[in-house]
């Protein structure tokens, strides 16, 4: 089991940015494929982004253009740099490794 905890959440302006990341205990990171949940309030979890073992990335539809994942494996860190967000951006951030997910970090966008 791997330990992860995000940090980078906060409150902003729309149009505004944040770089969320998310430090993993383990030592082998690097052969694991990452990801990034979201779960706004009353709704249900949103796969966000996701990156490979190998540095492919993938975003969801809803953030194309604006969200960027990238990993670092030398600091066991996974980021995820958000641009212009907007206020349906709110949510609780989760990074998930594995069977393993963070506790999560809140961003709140304010319109």
């Known amino acids: 089991q791997v330990q992860l905890v995000e940090s980078g959440g906060g409150l902003v302006q729309a149009g505004g940015s944040l770089r969320l990341s998310c430090v993993a205990s383990?030592?082998?990171?690097?052969?694991?494929?990452l990801y990034w949940y979201r779960q706004a309030l009353g709704k249900q979890l949103e796969l966000v982004a996701g990156i490979t073992s190998g540095g492919t990335s993938h975003v969801a539809d809803s953030v194309k253009g604006r969200f960027t994942v990238s990993r670092d494996n030398t600091k066991n860190t996974v980021y995820l740099q958000m641009n212009s967000l907007k206020p349906e951006d709110t949510a609780v951030y989760y990074c998930?490794?594995?069977?393993?997910w963070g506790q999560g970090t809140q961003v709140t966008v304010s319109s």
């Open positions: 998930k490794v594995s069977s393993s």
């Open positions: 383990r030592i082998m990171f690097s052969g694991d494929d």
